[in-house]
């Protein structure tokens, strides 16, 4: 059964960081692109940084670019999303999905609120 | 970047309607969209792929179709689980791109 399990959300203050974590399993991790994608309270989704299969490559969108970082350690089969200069614009719910072209499995969700 | 229009952003239906929500893309996606059933508090939970491929474990009341640019999600007949908000997305290149999302509410 492939499962994903995001931690390391919590309260933050404007400009500070956050490392947010998501241990797969069920899977062969390092064959597969991995992607964060986030939703802010009663609002849509949004793609936020994917990671190729075997780290060499990432992608950002405009709005997170040369803040947030996407990594991966294939050998603990753990994806990571470091975030900095974190704003008020990036409360949200950070999800963990495997891509694969499909985005079929998402994990729960770990939510970071940016607030003073 | 591809945009995805999404119609309707609401609506309310009864237990045993057909209803069908849609999805326009701004360039070819050929058939890389999926959709995506959320409940309150939930994951966002995978119901179609490649357009009309039925994901695992979903009721055979969902499909989904392409007409064109023109993509659409239908259920045959509504049952009070259905509802939820559902959301398109095109991976055929990045960055994928979501609808907005149709809020789907039982009369």
């Known amino acids: 059964e492939v499962q994903l399990v995001e931690s390391g959300g919590g309260l933050v203050q404007p400009g500070r960081s956050l490392k947010l974590s998501c241990v797969a399993s069920?899977?062969?991790?390092?064959?597969?692109?991995m992607t964060w994608i986030r939703q802010a309270p009663g609002k849509g989704l949004e793609w936020v940084a994917s990671?190729?299969?075997?780290?060499?490559?990432?992608y950002y969108p405009d709005s997170v670019k040369g803040r947030f970082t996407i990594s991966r350690d294939n050998a603990k089969s753990t994806l990571y999303l470091q975030m900095n200069s974190l704003r008020s614009e990036d409360t949200a719910t950070y999800y963990c999905?495997?891509?694969?072209?499909?985005?079929?499995?998402w994990g729960q969700g770990t939510l970071v609120t940016v607030s003073s | 970047d591809i945009q995805m229009t999404q119609s309707p952003s609401s609506m309310s239906a009864s237990l045993g309607d057909r209803v069908t929500i849609t999805c326009r893309a701004s360039?070819?996606?050929?058939?890389?969209l999926s959709w995506f059933q959320q409940k309150p508090g939930k994951s966002p939970r995978r119901m179609i792929y490649?357009?009309?491929n039925l994901a695992a474990g979903v009721p055979s009341r969902f499909s989904g179709s392409r007409s064109g640019s023109d993509y659409s999600l239908t259920i045959s007949s509504l049952e009070s689980e259905d509802m939820a908000i559902y959301y398109c997305?095109?991976?055929?290149?990045?960055?994928?791109?979501f609808g907005s999302g149709t809020k789907l509410e039982i009369k």
């Open positions: 997305l095109q991976s055929i290149q990045y960055p994928p791109t």
């Open positions: 999905t495997r891509d694969g072209g499909w985005f079929a499995y």
């Open positions: 490649g357009a009309t």
């Open positions: 990671i190729t299969n075997t780290g060499g490559s990432t």
């Open positions: 360039q070819d996606i050929g058939n890389y």
């Open positions: 069920g899977f062969t991790f390092n064959n597969y692109w």
